[in-house]
């Protein structure tokens, strides 16, 4: 018998989360499972990327009527109308990431019981309280009741796992890690397209790629102190760093670029559907971010057989490069580390180089499509046959 899944996210952008939805939905084997998908808003680059056969549910869509004005009135609303929907297509199994929806999701299946696997996605001190959210305590406890509820909590890093089991108060061992998967056979072919709106670069120019959400999590800010570094104070003038990613920290990025001189080597490239091209055709990537759960791009980037050098941040990078010795770890918001290991890179490029094409055959062992939609699709039944023993 079929099980019917729901995956419910906020909105289907170009994040990590919805880029490992959508990697989900186009592999889960279709004799054994039917996926669906629901989601608050409309907006997100990937909504037209989801296969022919899933249905969307849009809660903006399906919500026709006025949102009250009093607190709680919108995620109400939300539950309310997910609950509804878990009734009328007999929904059998829902999958959240990301903490907002775990909100709702917790809500929803509390009023029309159903097994649920809530995903957590990177370090939640880092990531709750450094977010703005109002009723930040009332949302904090009800999140850490929708965690103890789940039928499956997952973390996508043994960083992220540990770190929410001590956040939430969860036993350690209610939390598995599951980590995101990669369709290497899609992300090669993807890569060998052509670059988007561009010329290949002067491979006089050490080109270095960067990307995500123009946000401080990010650490972009720092990244383009190390460039500053490395263009001014090492004298490497043939230079350029590319960003991807829009987002609202845009505006104080760009004046930053223009106080440090950097218009001629730094672009803020915005939002690409298929950046891969671009990480194939650098010399270098770089993730200079404060905090990350499990760090799609730089995973990415090595396929890609792109030296890389990725902050030591919580949680995700150091697990992947196995302690630096797939690619260079600094610490977290330090320029200057920064800019010395980029200088590394460009002046022992050769070795650098040599060091990727071992990342890569460790990336294809260990986070390969084939072995990861096995580990989702056992995450499912599991999860299915919990609710069941619990009678929830």
């Not at 949102?67 to 009734?87: H, N, V």
């Not at 056979?185 to 670059?195: A, C, F, G």
């Not at 401080?216 to 102190?225: E, N, T």
């Not at 055709?281 to 990415?300: H, I, K, Q, T, W």
Request: aromatic fraction near 6%.
């Amino acid at each position: 018998m079929k099980q019917r899944v729901l995956f419910a996210i906020d909105e289907m952008s170009g994040g990590g989360s919805q880029r490992q939805i959508l990697g989900i939905l186009k592999h889960l084997n279709r004799q054994n499972f039917e996926p669906e998908l629901y989601v608050v808003s409309d907006h997100g680059e990937l909504l037209s990327e989801v296969p022919a056969d899933v249905p969307i549910h849009i809660f903006e869509r399906r919500h026709s009527a006025p949102i009250g004005r009093l607190p709680g009135s919108g995620f109400r609303a939300r539950a309310r109308d997910l609950a509804k929907l878990l009734d009328e297509r007999q929904i059998q199994l829902i999958y959240d990431r990301t903490y907002h929806t775990t909100l709702i999701t917790g809500a929803a299946t509390r009023k029309r019981p159903t097994p649920r696997i809530s995903v957590i996605v990177t370090d939640p001190k880092l990531d709750f309280d450094t977010n703005p959210e109002r009723f930040r305590r009332i949302k904090r406890r009800l999140l850490r009741n929708a965690y103890r509820d789940a039928d499956v909590v997952a973390a996508v890093s043994e960083g992220v796992r540990t770190a929410a089991a001590a956040y939430h108060r969860i036993p350690l061992d209610r939390i598995e890690t599951v980590y995101n998967f990669f369709d290497v056979d899609q992300i090669d072919r993807l890569s060998r397209q052509e670059l988007p709106g561009q010329q290949a670069r002067d491979k006089n120019v050490f080109g270095v790629a960067a990307a995500g959400r123009l946000h401080r999590q990010k650490g972009f800010d720092v990244l383009i102190a190390a460039a500053r570094e490395v263009v001014h104070e090492y004298g490497h003038q043939q230079f350029s760093l590319v960003i991807l990613g829009t987002g609202e920290s845009r505006s104080q990025l760009e004046q930053q670029l223009r106080e440090a001189r950097l218009e001629a080597h730094v672009q803020l490239a915005g939002f690409q559907i298929n950046p891969l091209p671009i990480y194939r055709d650098s010399d270098l990537f770089v993730l200079s971010s404060r905090y990350e759960g499990m760090p799609n791009a730089l995973v990415e980037a090595m396929l890609c057989e792109v030296p890389v050098i990725s902050t030591d941040c919580p949680s995700g990078p150091s697990e992947i490069l196995q302690g630096g010795q797939l690619g260079g770890l600094v610490p977290v918001e330090d320029a200057s580390a920064l800019a010395a290991a980029i200088d590394d890179a460009i002046t022992n490029h050769p070795q650098w180089q040599q060091r990727s094409e071992e990342a890569r055959a460790r990336i294809v062992e260990r986070f390969s499509a084939e072995s990861g939609i096995e580990r989702v699709a056992e995450l499912f039944e599991r999860a299915i046959a919990r609710f069941g023993e619990t009678g929830r």
